[in-house]
């Protein structure tokens, strides 16, 4: 099943082994996905949301496929989901086209609608603040809502940058960063205190040199998944004016990054590395499996298991998968 894999284990107590897998024939969105008591949800784009029952990771279960439309000028209008996140019996969803959505997940083979946000753009990802959700537009900036009654979801702020990708969002005190691909990163100040999102001047851009895919904040820096580039460390000492205090060279692309417990979790286009990031002028290697078939897309971590999508093949051998490793 898994055709080359190389690991790595200097002595901080880290090592990656590949458990289980999951895969499809086709080719997909590659989008943001999340785990909750022992359930995948891995947005697919335009082809829906997948959802796994992943409680045995040797037997990943497939539970539901979730396609969501609604009847607009007599045509059906799908959803297209690209970002998600679960909190406890509900899901926040960057649906596209139908906007932002909210989700009770009680029953997770009928998730059922408790409120949606549409303001006639496609949503592409998301930041969760409180009770309000910062958007990533497709192609038209930040939108901020307020989601406290979610029967009548409130716009209280925007900031347009039109026909820039969001492909994610964080926060650092007053400031929101959003990484924008090609276009680097948008630094959007706003005024104290932060849930009333009053503006307090113009959005400003930080060339980061490659595609920004994702943008974490940690201890003061911003760590970025930065494609070519590697992982850019970013002092935001001053939050308006990033400087790259670091660059860490990858094994391949650098496609997402995850945070957790004074440690980094980077998906590559040739494997999957592990960084310790107590101190983050001086991150170091701690771990890494390579594969020379898969190139991982999007991960996240939930305890002892580590969750990486990728894609494999080409023309009509395109493949598409999700990989479960467990962490030790």
Not at 13 to 41: A, T
Not at 264 to 277: F, L, Q, R
Request: glycine share 8%.
């Amino acid at each position: 099943m898994f055709c080359f894999f190389v690991f790595v284990n200097t002595g901080y107590g880290q090592s990656l082994y590949p458990i289980g897998n999951y895969e499809n024939n086709g080719e997909i969105e590659f989008c943001r996905i999340d785990v909750r008591r022992n359930k995948l949800f891995w947005p697919l784009g335009p082809k829906g949301l997948l959802i796994f029952d992943v409680s045995d990771p040797q037997n990943i279960n497939r539970l539901k496929l979730y396609r969501d439309y609604e009847i607009r000028s007599y045509q059906k209008i799908f959803g297209s989901p690209t970002a998600i996140k679960v909190v406890g019996e509900k899901a926040f969803l960057a649906h596209g086209d139908l906007g932002f959505d909210i989700l009770d997940l009680s029953n997770v083979i009928d998730p059922e609608l408790i409120g949606r946000y549409y303001r006639n753009q496609s949503v592409y990802s998301f930041r969760i603040y409180k009770n309000y959700a910062i958007l990533g537009l497709k192609d038209m900036g930040l939108e901020i809502i307020d989601f406290s009654n979610p029967n009548d979801i409130q716009m209280v702020a925007r900031k347009n940058f039109e026909g820039l990708p969001v492909n994610s969002i964080d926060i650092l005190d007053t400031t929101v960063y959003a990484a924008c691909g090609h276009y680097g990163l948008k630094i959007v100040p706003f005024r104290e205190p932060l849930d009333q999102f009053t503006s307090s001047g113009f959005p400003t851009d930080f060339n980061t040199r490659a595609d920004a895919k994702k943008i974490q904040v940690y201890k003061g820096f911003g760590l970025l998944a930065n494609d070519t580039r590697g992982i850019s460390v970013l002092d935001l000492t001053l939050n308006n004016y990033p400087n790259e205090a670091n660059l860490i060279e990858t094994k391949g692309k650098a496609n997402d990054l995850f945070i957790e417990n004074e440690t980094m979790y980077v998906a590559t286009s040739k494997g999957v590395e592990i960084y310790n990031i107590e101190s983050p002028e001086s991150v170091f290697k701690i771990a890494g499996y390579t594969d020379k078939k898969r190139k991982f897309q999007k991960l996240t971590v939930r305890g002892k298991f580590l969750y990486a999508t990728y894609k494999k093949g080409w023309w009509f051998w395109k493949k598409f998968g999700i990989m479960i490793f467990e962490i030790e």
